[in-house]
């Protein structure tokens, strides 16, 4: 069975600091991979996907980046942390199928980043 | 464009009651449709997905949806409340849009409490 780890769990980070989010899934090849993050009072976003190695698309304009390294390894970061960066950061990856909107997307246990 | 609105932060039930959490969405391509779980600190868990083969959709833990092409809604239901289904609940729409991304567009969600 296919399974999709987040770490670290929790983060509390400094205005300005370097963050670096990892999430590995495991049980399959080849998936989609989003970032999604959750902020209070904003509901769910998708900031960045990923159909393959090396393969980045940006849906907002941020102080985030994104990289896919190896085929089931995705990792946000960013150079300098700004307080509206606080959120709870969720990974999801979906089968690689004929179209993308047909599959299921299944989440990771999120994130919390508070930047202080 | 796609969008879902969610009618209710917060709802409120007694155990054993009828739950409904209502999701109404827009979409200018046929919609695939999914419900969403959340419990504290966690991440997402599906409970159904609508992919227009039928308009009545099963989920886990006793939950339903219908699709209402008319009423633009897939409301979802539950017969009997539990005490375990207290979490904040998430409504959410893709398609085939002019990219083949996946995106998940996500309602604002609802808090639903089960009271004793």
């Known amino acids: 069975s296919q399974t999709i780890h987040q770490w670290p769990a929790t983060l509390v980070q400094p205005v300005g600091s370097p963050l670096s989010l990892e999430c590995t899934v495991e049980?399959?090849?080849?998936?989609?991979l989003y970032w999604y993050r959750q902020a209070a009072g904003r509901g769910l976003q998708l900031l960045f996907y990923s159909v393959g190695i090396g393969q980045i698309s940006s849906e907002v304009p941020q102080n985030l980046s994104a990289s896919r390294p190896q085929d089931r390894q995705f990792i946000l970061s960013s150079k300098k942390l700004l307080l509206s960066d606080s959120g709870f950061y969720l990974c999801a990856w979906s089968a690689r199928g004929l179209w993308a909107f047909q599959e299921t997307q299944y989440f990771g246990p999120g994130t919390r980043l508070l930047v202080l | 464009a796609q969008s879902v609105t969610q009618l209710g932060s917060h709802v409120s039930v007694s155990e054993g009651a009828l739950v409904l959490l209502r999701c109404n969405y827009s979409s200018s391509v046929p919609p695939y449709l999914f419900w969403y779980v959340q419990y504290p600190n966690q991440g997402l868990q599906l409970l159904l997905k609508y992919t227009s083969a039928a308009t009545l959709v099963k989920g886990i833990n006793g939950f339903e949806a219908e699709f209402k092409k008319s009423e633009t809604s897939f409301h979802l239901t539950k017969p009997s409340a539990h005490m375990s289904d207290a979490a904040e609940y998430f409504c959410a729409v893709t398609g085939r849009g002019s990219s083949n991304t996946g995106k998940l567009i996500f309602g604002q969600g609802t808090t639903l409490q089960v009271k004793p």
């Open positions: 049980g399959t090849s080849n998936p989609n």
